[in-house]
């Protein structure tokens, strides 16, 4: 039987926002978004254009936990890049987006991989929701296994935009965004695996992120937002 390589996606290591986490971004500015996106599921990684080696990497067996807590700064980055200096959603969610499905295990450790994602978070602790993004990566023991096989991965994007449930609860209510000033953005791109002996794969991915853009300040990471995708 043909096994599906693991990656850095939501469809393999996404975890549903805690309730009190909805709670809060839903009193945010985009309050008329989750309201309308609270029943849908978190977006998945995406089986489009996908390709199944004959050889693979070992499959996922299993996930972190929601509450892992961050790394320990002095861990490093190792590959993960910096935050970028970005103002605007869309760009900054499309760099997040690329970040997210970029790894490489032969260079980057898990705490390196974690401590990277972090430093692109809100360092608002009401928006942000880490386990939503730390949970996009394996656990330690997969994560061993992954580095076995020398197993890395690049992306690009192909397009961000706003989902139309997004613009439409801005629309019907401008003044929203001024609370929290997080935009929902849905990027789409396509990510590169590969590992030893020539092992390797493409998937097609889409994922949608919350980020939060105040005026005259960088943007920042705060959430996988629901899957509203349009």
Known sequence: MRKRFPSLSPSSYGAGWPASKRITIVAS????????AGGVALMTGGGNGHRDPDTAAPAPTGSPSSSEAAPKPSSGSGSVPKPPQISEPVAYAKAAAQMLWSYDTRDTSRDQ???????WMTGESTYADWASISGQVPDPV????????????SASVTEGHYPSAFKQALAED??????????VVTVNGKQQIAWKKGGGGAEERAITLA????????????????????
Do not use: E, F
């Open 174 to 183: 401008p003044s929203a965004i001024t609370k929290a000033y997080i935009y």
């Open 29 to 36: 500015a985009v309050a008329v978004l989750l309201a309308i």
């Open 142 to 153: 997969l994560w061993s296994r992954m580095a076995d096989q020398d197993q890395h991965a």
């Open 211 to 230: 980020v939060q853009c105040r005026p005259n300040h960088d943007c920042t990471l705060a959430a996988l937002a629901p899957s509203v995708t349009q």
């Open 113 to 119: 991989q974690l401590s990277g994602m972090r430093a």
